[in-house]
């Protein structure tokens, strides 16, 4: 979800090659951070959505691109 998420918000014509490269047996397939216990134990909870976060790291990579990727 967050690959597309991605890939819709950074360059929705890019091709998604998932599952090109087969999976390895010891392959983890679902892991999720559960914060619960974080948020009870410090008071601390996100006050940003996944959407606007996603939005925002792209950005700000992109007014930070000297060029690192032709290295």
Same mark, same amino acid.
Do not use: C
């Given at each position: =979800? ?11 014509k890019?091709? @998604?090659r998932? !599952?090109?490269?087969p999976?390895?047996?010891? %392959?983890?397939?679902? *892991?999720?951070?559960?914060?619960n @216990?974080m948020?009870?134990?410090? %008071? $601390?909870?996100p006050? =940003?959505? *996944?959407? %606007? !976060?996603l @939005?925002e =790291?792209?950005? $700000?990579? @992109? #007014? &930070?691109?000297e060029? #690192? &990727?032709?290295?």
């Amino acid at each position: =979800t967050i690959v597309e998420m991605l890939q819709k918000k950074n360059n929705p014509k890019l091709e @998604r090659r998932i !599952g090109e490269i087969p999976y390895r047996p010891e %392959q983890v397939m679902h *892991l999720e951070a559960d914060i619960n @216990r974080m948020k009870l134990d410090t %008071q $601390w909870k996100p006050d =940003t959505e *996944l959407e %606007q !976060g996603l @939005r925002e =790291t792209i950005e $700000w990579f @992109r #007014s &930070h691109d000297e060029g #690192s &990727h032709d290295h």
